[in-house]
């Protein structure tokens, strides 16, 4: 389970209405997510306000549209926080990008396999991203470079022989 998936069944959390994998799926999450442990307690907090504004001509169905809309703000407002190990739509979204891209670099992304589940390091992870960041670098060093021997060639190809020692 990730922090999507966990915020989006928050209130049935709350409400006990998850089956037993998911509650314990959930409670593992949350025991791993400080993001989510915020976004649970400022759940409750927001359950208790609407309970405390809310009359009794509200209707279960409007008080149910409540909290949803409730959940959808805070699912768009949530920036997960994310812990030492990342399952593979975790680091999707910590590198803002979509599984398929993270799929096409299973080759070169420190990764490790348990119980069938594709895991990653974080630390592994941003050590490869400071790998990428040099080697980037150095590519658009060496395009630099290869850009002025060109122009420097065209040059004497162009105008007469320059004496280089004078
Ligand atoms: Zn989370």
């Known amino acids: 389970m990730d922090c999507k998936d966990f915020i989006a069944m928050i209130s049935e959390y709350e409400t006990g209405e998850l089956s037993a994998d998911l509650r314990r799926e959930a409670q593992q999450h949350l025991a791993q997510c400080p993001g989510c442990g915020t976004e649970l307690r400022r ?5 208790a306000l609407c309970r405390d504004s809310m009359d ?6 409007e008080a149910l549209s409540m909290v949803s809309s409730v959940s959808r703000v805070l ?3 949530h920036e997960p926080v994310f812990g ?4 593979i739509s975790d680091l999707s979204r910590y590198l803002r ?9 299973l080759h070169e ?11 990653f390091r974080k630390e592994k992870v941003d050590e490869w991203i400071a790998k990428r960041e040099d080697s980037f670098a150095f590519h658009l060093l060496r395009s630099q470079v290869e850009r002025e021997s060109h122009d420097t060639a065209s040059d004497r190809a162009e105008q007469k022989p320059r004496t280089l020692y004078a």
């Open 75 to 77: 699912l768009e407002s």
């Open 109 to 119: 992304i420190p990764c490790f396999e348990l119980g069938g589940q594709l895991l």
């Open 84 to 87: 030492p190990i990342l399952t």
């Open 97 to 105: 990008t979509s599984v398929d891209v993270i799929e096409d670099y």
């Open 56 to 61: 009794a001509s509200l209707s279960a169905k």
């Open 43 to 47: 759940f409750w907090e927001t359950m």
